[in-house]
């Protein structure tokens, strides 16, 4: 029935927590357990093999032979997915309500008009032995809801606006063709929010306001070395690919709306004082560019 693709990479000090709290789901139906490790070379490929081998439960385990990064590793558990529904968790994270999988499961079965449903998720941050925080914007917020808003009923305008879904929430119909993501030129960071924007086009997502995962906010996660300027530039990307889309064009009022706050947040970050003039200026002329755009879509509305 459901396919939980569990992604790793140098997790060893996670991965028994994020594996133990998937096995412990209690379900009327069988689901399945795909590993996609990025070419681990801390121990947590050890880590894994132990559960393959002590679990009743079907765990496959897909090994990249070279550092492919998170979302291509996550593609790969994909297309091996047999299940009717699919979830991907990272394995530095986790879930803590053991109902969770047949809650959303018996909403798709009920809902065919939702392509998928999510649930709010708890944030836990941590510090290295260093005192070494994580560098992420939502600062110490407690959970997702606290600065995303979410409604029951969860559209692609709503995903479009930079609503951040945590990864180990989603559960979704299983055959959609993710391959054009990949095929876009997009930089790997935000690509999470335009696998979800690709999922949700032409349908709606269901939104269930209890935090059943936990994601582990850690200063070694993967999105925590680069800049705030790298993941603007990213969705500036991903933006402007929407506009090539059959589908997003009817929302490209938004999408340029989108476009200039992100252009606006580059100018206003103060990483921006060491970028050289000619980018500067440029990022202004875009930001300007976008709001024209903006209002001229509104003006022949």
């Given at each position: 029935?459901?396919?939980?693709?569990?992604?790793?990479?140098?997790?060893?000090n996670?991965?028994?927590?994020?594996?133990?709290?998937?096995?412990?789901?209690?379900?009327?139906?069988?689901?399945?357990?795909?590993?996609?490790?990025?070419?681990?070379?801390?121990g947590?490929?050890?880590?894994?093999?132990?559960?393959?081998?002590?679990?009743?439960?079907?765990?496959?385990?897909?090994?990249?032979?070279?550092?492919?990064?998170?979302?291509?590793?996550?593609?790969?558990?994909?297309?091996?997915?047999?299940?009717k529904?699919?979830?991907?968790?990272?394995?530095?994270d986790?879930?803590?309500?053991?109902?969770?999988?047949?809650?959303?499961?018996?909403?798709?079965?009920?809902?065919?008009d939702?392509?998928?449903?999510?649930?709010?998720?708890?944030?836990?941050?941590?510090?290295?032995t260093?005192?070494?925080?994580?560098?992420?914007?939502?600062?110490?917020?407690?959970?997702?809801?606290?600065?995303?808003?979410y409604?029951?009923?969860?559209?692609?305008?709503?995903?479009?606006?930079?609503?951040?879904?945590?990864?180990?929430?989603?559960?979704?119909?299983?055959?959609?063709?993710?391959e054009?993501?990949?095929?876009?030129?997009?930089?790997?960071?935000?690509?999470?929010?335009?696998l979800?924007?690709?999922?949700?086009?032409?349908?709606?997502?269901?939104?269930?306001?209890?935090?059943w995962?936990?994601?582990?906010?850690h200063?070694?996660?993967?999105?925590?070395?680069?800049?705030?300027?790298?993941?603007?530039?990213?969705?500036?990307?991903?933006?402007?690919?929407?506009?090539l889309?059959?589908?997003?064009k009817?929302?490209?009022?938004?999408?340029?709306?989108?476009?200039?706050?992100?252009?606006?947040?580059?100018?206003?970050?103060?990483?921006?004082?060491?970028?050289?003039?000619?980018?500067?200026?440029?990022?202004?002329?875009?930001?300007?560019?976008?709001?024209?755009?903006?209002?001229?879509l509104?003006?022949?509305?």
């Open positions: 029935m459901v396919s939980v693709v569990i992604i790793s990479y140098n997790q060893k996670f991965i028994a927590k994020t594996i133990e709290s998937v096995l412990s789901q209690k379900t009327n139906f069988e689901y399945e357990i795909i590993m996609t490790d990025d070419h681990s070379s801390d947590t490929i050890e880590i894994i093999k132990i559960f393959q081998a002590k679990s009743k439960h079907n765990i496959s385990l897909i090994e990249s032979k070279t550092n492919v990064g998170p979302y291509r590793n996550g593609l790969q558990g994909y297309k091996c997915a047999k299940g529904y699919v979830i991907w968790i990272d394995g530095d986790y879930w803590d309500f053991e109902t969770k999988l047949q809650i959303q499961t018996d909403f798709l079965e009920a809902h065919n939702y392509v998928g449903c999510f649930h709010d998720a708890r944030i836990i941050h941590k510090v290295d260093s005192g070494r925080s994580s560098n992420q914007s939502q600062g110490e917020f407690k959970l997702y809801s606290q600065f995303n808003e409604r029951s009923e969860f559209s692609p305008w709503h995903l479009l606006k930079r609503n951040l879904i945590p990864t180990a929430s989603l559960l979704f119909r299983n055959g959609i063709n993710l054009n993501i990949f095929a876009s030129k997009n930089d790997e960071l935000s690509l999470n929010w335009a979800q924007l690709s999922i949700i086009k032409n349908n709606k997502f269901k939104y269930f306001n209890e935090p995962s936990v994601y582990n906010d200063p070694n996660g993967i999105s925590k070395t680069r800049s705030l300027l790298d993941f603007k530039k990213a969705n500036i990307n991903i933006l402007q690919n929407l506009l889309d059959v589908f997003y009817g929302l490209a009022r938004d999408i340029y709306e989108c476009m200039a706050n992100e252009y606006l947040q580059i100018l206003l970050a103060p990483e921006i004082k060491n970028c050289n003039s000619i980018f500067i200026k440029d990022t202004k002329t875009n930001y300007l560019q976008a709001c024209r755009n903006t209002v001229n509104i003006n022949s509305t």
